[in-house]
């Protein structure tokens, strides 16, 4: 992606036209990635720029107002993975009170036609747009023929009879099933960050760990899990992670993801990496003691080498 746009108000990002998806696009599936790569082709049929429009928190987000709504991408990872499924521009608008109260007709005008400068536009049959929700397919077709753009609907994409979807994917990954969420997602889940300085209790107890955290994001999982960490060397490097508040050390902190990397020893710190989630093994619990969290973790590493394969890294 060559470019990207956060605001409503501003000149024409494709003053030539374009071909437009609208969408949340959390975790950018396989139904999303399909959907992107049809508005890939038809824009290079015409000569017009694939662009996508996107938001910024995503409105489920805005409207929990406060309360944890699990994601599959970060904005960050979101941006990338739109870039990388063919948008050439990104309109990531800001998902605010003032974005929320616009009439469906004014984003149509102001946002798809006079920012977009759209003239064919691709959504999903549910699609709903505007204030209240009050912008549909119909209202884009409506409004089409006297504003000159198209509008498609793609079908829905199905992956082992299962239709493909943001929230399918949370559940499967919220049951622990990584393999259903994988075939949906079409990739297996991850988390990427940098890496941070934590309290350095893990390196003290033999078991050091790089920390990622997870900010204003709340992840779909919880727990000990079997990884593959991506980011250090050129081959992914087998693991054992807990992502949660380590009701152990402290248990009301932060969310915090911790890898420890099989059969390693460098500074991370700084570094970004990704943490693909192969299994999960257990729940977090409290321990009585740090002895007796030192030997679960030395029974969960054994478990997750097992399930890896017990890879041998060079």
Partial sequence: MSL??????????????????????DGVHLGHRALL??????????????LAISFEPVP???????????????????????????????????????????PAETFIEDVLVGRADAREIWVGADFR???????????????GRRLGYTVEVMPDVAADGARVSSSAIRTFLAAGDFDAAAR?????????????????????????????????R??????????????????????VASLGVRPTIDGAGEPLLEAHLFDFDGDLYGHRIEVEFVRKLR???????????VRQI??????????LGMVEVA
């Fill in 283 to 293: 729940d977090e619990v409290k321990f009585d003691d740090l002895d007796a969290m």
């Fill in 218 to 239: 709340t992840s779909p999982v919880v727990g000990i899990f079997a990884v593959r960490v991506h980011g250090v060397g050129a081959v992914a490097r087998p693991g």
């Fill in 4 to 25: 990207l746009f956060r605001d409503v108000a501003g000149p024409s990002l494709a003053p030539g036209g374009s071909v437009v998806c609208v969408g949340a696009f």
């Fill in 60 to 102: 489920r987000e805005f409207f929990a107002r406060g309360a944890p709504v699990p994601r599959l991408a970060s904005a960050r990872e979101k941006i990338a993975q739109l870039g990388a499924a063919g948008a050439a521009r990104l309109l990531s608008l800001r998902f605010d009170a003032r974005l929320a109260a616009m």
């Fill in 37 to 50: 790569a049809r508005v890939r082709e038809r824009a290079l049929e015409q000569d017009l720029l694939p």
């Fill in 184 to 216: 949906l997602l079409g990739r297996r889940f991850a988390i990427g960050g940098h890496v941070v300085r934590g309290q350095q209790l893990g390196r003290k107890l033999g078991w050091p760990t790089a920390n990622i955290r997870l900010g204003r």
């Fill in 129 to 143: 747009f505007g204030h209240a929700r009050r912008g549909d397919v119909a209202m884009l077709r409506e409004h």
């Fill in 298 to 307: 030395d029974r969960d590493a054994a478990q997750a080498r097992s399930i």
